[in-house]
């Protein structure tokens, strides 16, 4: 088996409140490993959450991953590292974005607002990752210095209400992006779309659920490099299971990668901490607001 080779799995399955409607699922995700500079291998991963309240929200989802897939293999093929992935580097990003949408809208005859969705990406490489989040959902990684814990790298962006959250076709969108750069090495990373919030994520210790990530990411280590296909159609039907739909009704989306194969020891390095805010040595109580989470005043009605 290939050690340190990107192994990956991704599903996105339709809300049982969605179904019943009749309606698709609008989520999105897309997960690739490019080459960078030098031949570096660099997982790119990205998901998306169509607004509820969007009639086109699922498109937007969708167009929203492929633009920003399309984003970093230009980046890469043109010269450039993980680290010009700043803050900066996403918020023009986030322009670009919103005005595809703006002509797509016009050519349609409808409003950029149709398209409204969320954003969670992760662009990992050898020695450094980027992450950027605008809206709910979460990114949780491995820890530095323990294989098998995990932390979340922005907790979900929510305002005074559980279904309220920030979209990227929001004028003032730019201005609610999240955005962190580690300079260390992330070996396993996971993405998902807020239906699976109450499930991956422990809220009362405002904690990453190591339960829920550790049986998820061991098959995944087991298999070959690349994406796994066998395992991202278990992966639908788990999501698509009693057992989670018990817990929630909406579209949920979970991207899962690694590059530890299955027993691999911890790589030899320093337990370190990033720098902000993934894997924070302080993490704020339930009942105590973080910088990510003023109150916003964006509606959200499911998605």
């Known amino acids: 088996m290939s050690a340190g080779a990107w192994r990956y799995a991704l599903a996105s399955v339709a809300g049982t409140g969605h179904l019943e409607r009749g309606e698709p699922c609008q989520d999105a995700s897309e997960c690739e490993v490019l080459a960078a500079q030098g031949g570096e291998a660099v997982l790119v991963a990205v998901t998306a959450d169509g607004a509820g309240s969007a009639r086109r929200g699922g498109d937007g989802a969708a167009l929203a991953c492929a633009l920003w897939r399309d984003e970093m293999a230009a980046l890469f093929a043109g010269g450039g590292a993980v680290a010009d992935l700043t803050a900066e580097f996403a918020a023009a990003w986030l ?6 949408v703006g002509l797509r809208a016009d050519a349609e005859a409808a409003l950029p607002r149709d398209f409204a969705c969320t954003l969670l990406a992760a662009v990992v490489g050898e020695a450094g990752a980027a992450f950027v989040q605008l809206g709910d959902g ?17 907790w979900p962006k929510r305002g005074e209400y559980e279904n309220v959250t920030w979209f990227a076709t929001d004028p003032a969108a730019a201005a609610q992006l999240d955005h962190a750069f580690v300079s260390r090495r992330v070996d396993e990373v996971a993405l998902f779309t807020d239906g699976l919030q109450r ?5 009362a210790s405002r904690t990453a659920h190591a339960p829920f990530f550790r049986p998820m990411f061991a098959p995944v280590r087991a298999a070959t490099p690349g994406r796994a296909e066998g395992l991202s159609g278990a992966l639908a039907a788990f999501l698509a299971s ?14 899962l990668a690694t590059r530890r194969g299955a027993g691999e020891p911890m790589a030899d390095r320093p337990p370190s901490r990033p720098e902000r805010p993934a894997c924070p040595d302080e993490q704020p109580g339930e009942d105590e607001p973080g910088e990510q989470e ?9 998605g």
């Not at 323990?146 to 790298?153: H, K, L, Q, R």
């Not at 499930?199 to 809220?203: M, T």
């Not at 003023?294 to 499911?302: A, C, H, S, Y």
């Open 138 to 154: 979460a990114i949780v990684v491995a820890e530095a210095d323990d294989a098998d814990a995990y932390c979340w790298v922005f």
């Open 199 to 203: 499930v991956a994520l422990h809220y």
């Open 294 to 302: 003023e109150v916003l005043v964006r509606r959200r009605d499911g």
């Open 95 to 100: 322009t670009r974005f919103r005005h595809e």
């Open 242 to 255: 009693d057992a989670v739909n018990e817990r929630t009704d909406d579209d949920k989306t979970l991207v």
